[in-house]
T-cell receptor
Framework: DQQVKQNSPSLSVQEGRISILNCDYT??????FLWYKKYPAEGPTFLISISSIKDKNEDGRFTVFLNKSAKHLSLHIVPSQPGDSAVYFC???????????FGSGTKLNVKP | EAQVTQNPRYLITVTGKKLTVTCSQN?????MSWYRQDPGLGLRQIYYSMNVEVTDKGDVPEGYKVSRKEKRNFPLILESPSPNQTSLYFCASSLLDSSYEQYFGPGTRLTVT
């Protein structure tokens, strides 16, 4: 059973508005969470991360929120741009600090 | 340019014919890993390596082998490929720092008939 879940396969947002991508996890021992962005025919690229001891991390237009009690994290993109259209993967660092678990991805489409 | 390279990028093979997918990084990273991406399942970790001669199983290691004889290289070996190993494979590397931010290669599309 997947330990990291992204329940929305796709999301469509108008340019300039906020994009919110969600991710749920089951293992309370995960200590680090990361978001990757993937364009077609390319490998994933790192976007932003958050330690389990924090509840928010911000980097420019990207903010990740972590709710440990709910085992939920979200990625906010404000304002959304057409170049943000990609598949976004949520990932968690596992219990032995060397293994990583990824969600199934959410395809974001930002409409001009 | 800092990068992770994989070869080949595309491969079609037949069941049982041994193959190797190479992975090389030029960033002097200690950590390297292999993932497979399948529809609806995201990326799943196959094997990882903390350093030369140190490898360990990820979530889906069955049917795969790896070796880490040099720091920069981390080949993935399928000794007897089967159709259920048809997938998109990614190699990744990172420093062993507090974030484990991984750099991914461009992917290898493998089809086993």
């Amino acid at each position: 059973d997947q330990q990291v879940k992204q329940n929305s396969p796709s999301l469509s947002v108008q340019e300039g508005r906020i994009s919110i991508l969600n991710c749920d996890y089951t293992n309370s021992m995960f200590d680090y969470f990361l978001w990757y962005k993937k364009y077609p025919a390319e490998g994933p690229t790192f976007l932003i991360s958050i330690s389990s001891i924090k509840d928010k991390n911000e980097d420019g237009r990207f903010t990740v929120f972590l709710n440990k009690s709910a085992k939920h994290l979200s990625l906010h993109i404000v304002p959304s741009q057409p170049g943000d259209s990609a598949v976004y993967f949520c990932a968690a660092r596992g219990d032995n600090f060397n293994k990583f678990y990824f969600g199934s991805g959410t395809k974001l489409n930002v409409k001009p | 340019e800092a990068q992770v390279t994989q070869n080949p990028r595309y491969l079609i093979t037949v069941t049982g014919k041994k193959l190797t997918v190479t992975c090389s990084q030029n960033m002097n990273h200690e950590y390297m890993s292999w993932y497979r991406q399948d529809p609806g399942l995201g990326l799943r970790q196959i094997y990882y390596s903390m350093n030369v001669e140190v490898t360990d199983k990820g979530d889906v290691p069955e049917g795969y082998k790896v070796s880490r004889k040099e720091k920069r290289n981390f080949p993935l070996i399928l000794e007897s490929p089967s159709p259920n190993q048809t997938s998109l494979y990614f190699c990744a590397s990172s420093l062993l720092d507090s974030s484990y931010e991984q750099y991914f290669g461009p992917g290898t599309r493998l089809t086993v008939t």
